[in-house]
């Protein structure tokens, strides 16, 4: 009885495998795009560049990282309730966005082969990190006698057709998002190692130089393209993905903070830092970044947060789901209204800072 009420039950698909996380506005997402136009791409303005990442993709840098060592070989009942829930719903989370990286790197590596053969290599390297972290992710979920079905869940996902310029956006942002995440988490924890209940973390230093050399990639395809970085379109769009990327993330975070606590974090405070050095280097090819500084925009996001929990509430209710549907409407609403407000704000030009130390 006091095991039951200990050990959260988690739906399973086939034992010791989980069903997947509903998937929702807020969960990683899978992405396809039109890959004629980006095999068609002209890199030569940056090929030194791309090459040289190239080079450092070659390298493999963390080819021995991802070994698991006698510290995961002990029992991990210990991390138990609704810790255990936030632990297995992390590393699920984690390593479908990963896994989601893995596939549509895979995927360009394949079809850029014959026509752009340093980016198509690039990818494949790429697809080759992403497969470690997933496969790493994976394998921590085991220690709580769960894993994920990848092959299922590469099948039975939606995948979000994104036009090659947009992909370069949403991709250079989570990759230095994932970055500042966990390279934040591994130094908080190196401070405060008592709080380290659960080995995965050591391994946050080395794992995040992939994601940062990740996000150095497309910042130098961004630069090759420079197109898609000089006009008013662009200057509208990067608003759109900064401001969604640091939206979906603080939302999350703030639902789960719970698990930030666990290992010693105020999920506000990481989440702000986090949002504060994405933004930064977002600066250094972006043509703007957002005022994240402005005295609303935490208290409007906070709304936000609000606005959810109010949402999850009503899902939550036994209320008929036509009823539900009225009554999560203002809600839904006001979050639009926030998001556009944020939206508005006078963002910061980074465009016109070039040149000077950024
Ligand atoms: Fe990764
Ligand atoms: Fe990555």
């Known amino acids: 009885m006091v095991d039951s009420l200990k050990k959260p039950a988690f739906e399973e698909m086939r034992p010791g495998v989980k069903v997947p996380a509903k998937e929702t506005i807020l969960t990683p997402r899978f992405y396809t795009t039109d890959f004629d136009e980006m095999a068609k791409m002209d890199i ?33 009942e210990s991390i138990d309730g609704e810790t255990r829930q936030l ?6 989370r984690s390593c479908t966005a990963e896994f989601s990286g893995f596939l549509l790197y895979k995927e ?14 690039c ?44 992909i370069f956006y949403a991709t250079y942002l ?5 970055y500042w995440r ?13 709080h380290r209940i659960y080995p995965i973390f050591r391994f946050f230093e080395n794992w995040c130089q992939d994601e940062n050399r990740h996000g150095d990639f497309f910042d130098a395809i961004m630069k090759a393209q420079p197109n898609i970085l000089n006009d008013w379109k662009a200057r509208l769009w990067s608003r759109f993905f900064l401001l969604s990327v640091f939206a979906t993330m603080y939302l999350n975070d703030i639902q789960r903070k719970d698990f930030y606590a666990a290992i010693g974090l105020d999920a506000r405070e990481y989440d702000i830092e986090v949002i504060e050095k994405t933004n930064e280097t977002a600066g250094r090819v972006f043509p703007l970044i957002l005022n994240v500084n402005h005295p609303d925009f935490y208290k409007i996001l ?5 606005n959810n929990e109010k949402l999850t509430a009503i899902v939550s209710s036994k209320t008929p789901k ?37």
Not at 87 to 92: A, D, Y
Request: aromatic share 16%.
């Open 123 to 166: 990818f494949n390297l790429m697809s080759r990190d992403e497969a470690r972290h997933a496969g790493f992710l994976n394998k921590a979920l085991s220690d709580f006698n769960l894993s994920l079905d990848l092959g299922f869940l590469t099948k039975s996902r939606k995948y979000t057709f994104f036009k090659p310029k947009f």
């Open 108 to 121: 360009l590596g394949r079809r850029l082969k014959d026509t752009s053969p340093v980016l198509a290599e």
């Open 302 to 306: 906070d709304i936000c947060v609000k």
């Open 87 to 92: 632990f297995v719903e992390f590393l699920e």
């Open 44 to 76: 030569s303005v940056n090929e030194a560049e791309l090459r040289a990442i190239l080079e450092e993709f070659r390298t493999d840098y963390n080819r021995h990282h991802f070994v698991r060592d006698a510290e995961f070989e002990q029992s991990w």
């Open 182 to 194: 966990y390279i934040t988490i591994y130094r908080h924890l190196e401070a405060n190692p008592h």
């Open 174 to 178: 989570s990759e230095k998002i994932g």
């Open 322 to 358: 036509f009823l539900q549907f009225f009554q999560k409407l203002p809600f839904y609403l006001s979050n639009g209204w926030q998001f556009l407000r944020l939206y508005l704000m006078k963002p910061i030009d980074t465009a016109s800072l070039e040149g000077s130390v950024r």
